[in-house]
T-cell receptor, first 114, second 112 residues
Framework: EAGVVQSPRYKIIEKKQPVAFWCNPI?????LYWYLQNLGQGPELLIR????????DSQLPKDRFSAERLKGVDSTLKIQPAELGDSAVYLC????????????FGPGTRLLVL | DAKTTQPPSMDCAEGRAANLPCNHS???????VYWYRQIHSQGPQYIIH???NNETNEMASLIITEDRKSSTLILPHATLRDTAVYYC?????????????FGPGTSLSVIP
C-alpha cells in the first residue's frame, strides 16, 4: 500500500515569495491533516479536512496561509508571502476517519526561507 | 486537555530492551494513549496505542498502569534503527474534533 506522498521534499525561497506544498493521502483516507514542525519540537496541527471540508483550521495563520482539498483527495498548502519564521518542516497526514483512527504521515517538505 | 510528560532523552544499548516512560496524570476515561516515533528526516510513524489493557504488536509493547496515569513503551530488542524521537500522545476529543497534540517527545539513542 502506498503511503502519504508529499512534494517537493525540499524548498528554498526568498522571503516575500509564495510557496506551495502538495499532498496525496493514502487511498480511501477521508481525513487529511497538515502539520507544522519546527526544529526540535513536535508537529503542530495547522488544518484538518474531512473530505473537502476544513473542519479545524483554528491554528492556520489565515493572513498568509491557505489550503484546499477540492475533490476530497489531494491537498495543497500555500504560503503567500513567506516570512523567515516560516522555515520549518510541513507534514501531511491522513487517516480513515473517526473516532480513534491512526494517522499516517508523509515524509514532509522542508522549507527554508532566506 | 490531557497532557503528557516524557524525559527529553534516553540511551539504550543495542540488543537490550528500551523502556520509554510517559506520564499522563490528567487523562480522561475515554482517552487513548498513542505512541509515534520520528526517525530523522522522516514523518512520524505510528507504533501502538491502548486504552486500559496492555498491548503488543510486532513493533513494541505498551504497558498502561492500572490508574492510567502513566505508561511505558517497550522495544524488546533495540536496534540502531530504533534511534528516533518517540512521542507519547493522549487523544483529545473536543466536540466532534479529534486533535493529536504532540509534545517534544523523548530522543532515544541506541548505542552499539
Amino acid at each position: 500500500e502506498a503511503g502519504v506522498v508529499q512534494s517537493p521534499r525540499y524548498k528554498i525561497i526568498e522571503k516575500k515569495q509564495p510557496v506551495a506544498f502538495w499532498c496525496n493521502p493514502i487511498s480511501g483516507h477521508n481525513t487529511l491533516y497538515w502539520y507544522l514542525q519546527n526544529l526540535g519540537q513536535g508537529p503542530e496541527l495547522l488544518i484538518r479536512y474531512e473530505n473537502e471540508e476544513a473542519v479545524d483550521d483554528s491554528q492556520l495563520p489565515k493572513d498568509r496561509f491557505s489550503a484546499e482539498r477540492l475533490k476530497g483527495v489531494d491537498s495543497t498548502l500555500k504560503i503567500q508571502p513567506a516570512e523567515l519564521g516560516d522555515s520549518a518542516v510541513y507534514l501531511c497526514a491522513s487517516s480513515l476517519g473517526y473516532p480513534q483512527e491512526t494517522q499516517y504521515f508523509g515524509p514532509g517538505t522542508r522549507l527554508l526561507v532566506l | 486537555d490531557a497532557k503528557t510528560t516524557q524525559p527529553p532523552s534516553m540511551d539504550c544499548a543495542e540488543g537490550r530492551a528500551a523502556n520509554l516512560p510517559c506520564n499522563h496524570s490528567t487523562i480522561s476515561g475515554n482517552e487513548y494513549v498513542y505512541w509515534y516515533r520520528q526517525i530523522h528526516s522522516q514523518g512520524p510513524q505510528y507504533i501502538i496505542h491502548g486504552l486500559k489493557n496492555n498491548e503488543t504488536n510486532e513493533m513494541a509493547s505498551l504497558i498502561i498502569t492500572e490508574d492510567r496515569k502513566s505508561s511505558t513503551l517497550i522495544l524488546p530488542h533495540a536496534t540502531l534503527r530504533d534511534t528516533a524521537v518517540y512521542y507519547c500522545i493522549v487523544r483529545v476529543d473536543e466536540t466532534s474534533y479529534d486533535k493529536v497534540i504532540f509534545g517534544p517527545g523523548t530522543s532515544l539513542s541506541v548505542i552499539p
